[in-house]
Structures are given as structure tokens and as C-alpha cells.
């Protein structure tokens, strides 16, 4: 069974950096699109980054030259590094793979399109970042 697991969300300060951790348990795809999505009280989720097994990777105009999404094959493991952090980052921060087929876009399309949310069949749990000024 696949099971995303994430870790790394915590409260910092404006300015400070966190790293998130998506361990893909179980996860054996060799052709895939994984992304990090974002949702904020009140608003919908949104797209923050995503990477594929080309390692093509695109980001979320906010986030751009902040964040990085690295992926570590040794440890099945995706990451979200992420600095520069201001409070409009405040989310519950949530990763995502997709399984069998997927549209060929799909990293384009994170965050830029709506409802990409339904690209991805597999999800974390959710990892709490809250930014204060």
C-alpha cells in the first residue's frame, strides 16, 4: 500500500526557512508527477510546486525563487525547501503523487491550473507552516 507520510511543518518566524519531508511509502512508480499544494483558512488548495520523473520542476509565481522541491531516490523521499517565509505562506501544507496515467502537463499545470488536485490519486496527511510577522 502507498501511504504519504510528512513531516517538517512548524512555526517560525518571518523570514526563516523550513523544510518539508514527504516520505513516498510503498510508492514504486517509475513514471510520476508528484506536487506540494497548499491550503489556507478559507481558501481553496492551491498548487505550490511540482517534479517529475524527468526531473522537470515548476513553481508557484509566489513561491518562485523561494522554494525548492527536491526529491531523494535513496530515501523515496520528497522535499520543500522553503525560505524567505512570509505569513501569506501560512498553510496546511499537503504532498501528492499520481499514480498509472497522468496528463503529460501535469508539472505545468500545478501551478498554474485549477483543480489539479485530481491529477493525483495518493496524499499526505497535511503538515501544519505557520509564519509570523
Known amino acids: 500500500q502507498v501511504h504519504l507520510v510528512e513531516s517538517g511543518g512548524g512555526s517560525v518566524q518571518a523570514g526563516g526557512s523550513l523544510t518539508l519531508s514527504c516520505e513516498l511509502s510503498?510508492?514504486?512508480?517509475?513514471?510520476?508527477?508528484l506536487g506540494w499544494f497548499r491550503q489556507a483558512p478559507g481558501k481553496e488548495r492551491e498548487g505550490v510546486a511540482g517534479?517529475?520523473?524527468?526531473?522537470?520542476?515548476n513553481y508557484a509565481d509566489s513561491v518562485k525563487g523561494r522554494f525548492n522541491v527536491v526529491k531523494d531516490n535513496a530515501k523515496n523521499t520528497l522535499y520543500l525547501q522553503m525560505n524567505s517565509l512570509s505569513p501569506e505562506d501560512t498553510a496546511i501544507y499537503y504532498c501528492?503523487?499520481?499514480?498509472?496515467?497522468?496528463?503529460?502537463?501535469?508539472?505545468?499545470?500545478?501551478?498554474?491550473?485549477?483543480?489539479?488536485?485530481?491529477?493525483?490519486?495518493?496524499w499526505g496527511q497535511g503538515t501544519q507552516v505557520t509564519v509570523s510577522s
Open positions: 517534479f517529475d520523473s524527468d526531473h522537470q520542476t
Open positions: 510503498g510508492y514504486t512508480h517509475t513514471s510520476y508527477c
Open positions: 501528492a503523487a499520481t499514480a498509472g496515467v497522468f496528463p503529460a502537463k501535469c508539472v505545468e499545470d500545478i501551478p498554474t491550473v485549477k483543480d489539479t488536485v485530481r491529477y493525483f490519486r495518493y
